[in-house]
T-cell receptor
Framework: GENVEQHPSTLSVQEGDSAVIKCTYS??????FPWYKQELGKRPQLIID?????GEKKDQRIAVTLNKTAKHFSLHITETQPEDSAVYFC??????FGSGTQLTVLP | ETGVTQTPRHLVMGMTNKKSLKCEQH?????MYWYKQSAKKPLELMFV???????ENNSVPSRFSPECPNSSHLFLHLHTLQPEDSALYLC????????????????FGSGTQLSVL
């Protein structure tokens, strides 16, 4: 079955800096890669997703890149703000999730 | 509010009890999911129902029994659980079945925090 690995498990950045979280997957048939943000005590919420027919997608300060050949995809957050602090999960389709990255944005 | 409602929010049960978790979605989706979220572990997919038919089951122990009477309601029946089953159980819904091309965005409920004593 599919296996998704996510790195790093924790990430601290200064406010205004960029943050990058990386995931790799194993099943070349996977064609949909969402990213979810989960604030403490709250439900996961989709922040951005990408399909296998594109290499990059942007939404304001958030972007996702996909390298199908290498089977990895990354989340990029620019100009980070304290409210970006949360756990971020990548996934391959809805079936297999990464282990999560605790992002802390320091004011 | 995402349109996915889970009850109860918290549940404490003994190992010999039988209880059920309930999920309801008001988004017109045709797929519903149960996930388990334990501390320090990834979200684990337990069950998927698409068009009311179970399409995937990741070898979940039989002490967890799902039921999907219609496309808007999903239950998780629990019996003779173990302490290691203590976790947050999340329900989610989406428009398409796994691998489908139409809008696979998941909408999660707030979860049921389960403690097994």
């Amino acid at each position: 079955g599919e296996n998704v690995e996510q790195h790093p498990s924790t990430l601290s950045v200064q406010e205004g800096d960029s943050a990058v979280i990386k995931c790799t997957y194993s099943d070349s048939a996977s064609n949909y890669f969402p990213w979810y943000k989960q604030e403490l005590g709250k439900r996961p919420q989709l922040i951005i997703d990408i399909r296998s027919n594109v290499g990059e997608k942007k939404d304001q300060r958030i972007a996702v890149t996909l390298n199908k050949t290498a089977k990895h995809f990354s989340l990029h957050i620019t100009e980070t703000q304290p409210e970006d602090s949360a756990v971020y999960f990548c996934a391959a389709r809805q079936l297999t999730f990464g282990s999560g990255t605790q992002l802390t944005v320091l004011p | 509010e995402t349109g996915v409602t889970q009850t109860p929010r918290h549940l404490v049960m003994g190992m010999t009890n039988k209880k059920s978790l309930k999920c309801e979605q008001h988004l017109g989706h045709n797929a519903m999911y149960w996930y388990k979220q334990s501390a320090k572990k990834p979200l684990e997919l337990m069950f998927v129902y698409s068009l009311e038919e179970r399409v995937e089951n990741n070898s979940v122990p039989s002490r967890f029994s799902p039921e999907c009477p219609n496309s808007s309601h999903l239950f998780l029946h629990l019996h003779t659980l173990q302490p290691e089953d203590s976790a947050l159980y999340l329900c989610a819904s989406s428009y398409s079945s796994p691998g489908g091309e139409r809008g696979e965005k998941l909408f999660f409920g707030s979860g049921t925090q389960l403690s097994v004593l």
